[in-house]
């Protein structure tokens, strides 16, 4: 098992700036990728991006430019760091581990971006 707990959300004014935490614990040897989705109210949840233990990244081509994601191994965290954030952005953000044998998702932070 995976225990994925999410921190970092809340309001923000467009053109700001967000910090998203998400640190995992359990079997994290497991773990072989970890990212961040969203799901905005009314809309299905859709990737943000995600990184593998490789390095390798995915974005959305809506954050591409505005979002970085990263880890710190030694803390077994997955951070977002989202900047220009626009009122589109604003939604429930979720973690996510993809493990060897199953997928894991945090509680969620919500996000909101408005004026």
């Known amino acids: 098992q995976v225990q994925l707990v999410e921190s970092g959300g809340g309001l923000v004014q467009p053109g700001g700036s967000l910090r998203l935490s998400c640190a995992a614990s359990?079997?994290?040897?497991?773990?072989?990728?970890m990212g961040w989705y969203r799901q905005a109210p009314g809309k299905q949840r859709e990737l943000v991006a995600t990184?593998?233990?490789?390095?390798?990244?995915v974005y959305a081509d809506s954050v591409k430019g505005r979002f970085t994601i990263s880890r710190n191994n030694a803390k077994n965290t997955v951070y977002l760091q989202m900047n220009g954030l626009k009122p589109e952005d604003t939604a429930v953000y979720y973690c996510?581990?993809?493990?060897?044998?199953?997928?894991?998702w945090g509680q969620g932070t919500k996000v909101t971006v408005s004026s």
């Open positions: 990184m593998t233990n490789g390095g390798f990244t």
């Open positions: 996510k581990a993809v493990a060897s044998h199953a997928d894991y």
């Open positions: 359990g079997s994290i040897f497991s773990i072989y990728a």
